[in-house]
T-cell receptor, first 110, second 114 residues
Framework: SQQGEEDPQALSIQEGENATMNCSYK?????LQWYRQNSGRGLVHLIL?????REKHSGRLRVTLDTSKKSSSLLITASRAADTASYFC??????????FGAGTTVTVRA | KAGVTQTPRYLIKTRGQQVTLSCSPI?????VSWYQQTPGQGLQFLFE???????NKGNFPGRFSGRQFSNSRSEMNVSTLELGDSALYLC?????????????FGPGTRLTVT
């Protein structure tokens, strides 16, 4: 079963707007990772946040982690058409595997 | 550095046959993981190898197997193919494994079983 659950399942925004998606998980983790996938291709790593971190930034991306609520959020600022993709959160424990959520499909309209 | 490569990219097989997929990790990465992606089940972990040893295996039948060679390249094999094995198979490499490091994914092998 998948540990992470993303919300919402789909998101449609105008170019230039911000996009926020959330991820909830069930058990304790070592780290939480966000990935992007374009049209059924391979996944691209975006950000890894460790369990002792609360916030990380990478370019237009901002990720937060609240281990007490077992949740994370990914914010994409000033979205572009190229941000149209599916976004997945994945959790890692001491078992060398990633457990993925079902993903959020983001559509950025021109 | 070159990225993760997977061969072949597309494959069509018939039920009952077997298939071998190959993955070459990023140079210096010793951990290789395999995932199956389907519309119904999403991304499911198959197995992970590190220095030729399987460290974890997902909830898949024994028809799914893998191995890793001394140069970190990995193969996975599916025997007695079923229609439900049709999926995108993704390989990912990591410095030491997902527990501590991000994973870098290849483009995937799209397997169609008819």
């Amino acid at each position: 079963s998948q540990q992470g659950e993303e919300d919402p399942q789909a998101l449609s925004i105008q170019e230039g707007e911000n996009a926020t998606m959330n991820c909830s998980y069930k058990t304790s983790i070592n780290n939480l990772q966000w990935y992007r996938q374009n049209s059924g291709r391979g996944l691209v790593h975006l950000i890894l946040i460790r369990s002792n971190e609360r916030e990380k930034h990478s370019g237009r991306l901002r990720v937060t982690l609240d281990t007490s609520k077992k949740s994370s959020s990914l914010l994409i600022t000033a979205s572009r058409a190229a941000d149209t993709a599916s976004y997945f959160c994945a959790t890692a424990f001491n078992d060398y595997k990633l457990s993925f959520g079902a993903g959020t499909t983001v559509t950025v309209r021109a | 550095k070159a990225g993760v490569t997977q061969t072949p990219r597309y494959l069509i097989k018939t039920r009952g046959q077997q298939v071998t997929l190959s993955c070459s990790p990023i140079s210096g990465h010793r951990s290789v993981s395999w995932y199956q992606q389907t519309p119904g089940q999403g991304l499911q972990f198959l197995f992970e190898y590190f220095s030729e040893t399987q460290r974890n295996k997902g909830n898949f039948p024994g028809r799914f197997s893998g191995r890793q060679f001394s140069n970190s390249r990995s193969e996975m094999n599916v025997s007695t193919l079923e229609l439900g094995d049709s999926a995108l198979y993704l390989c990912a490499s990591s410095y030491e494994g997902a527990t501590s490091y991000e994973q870098y994914f290849g483009p995937g092998t799209r397997l169609t079983v008819t």
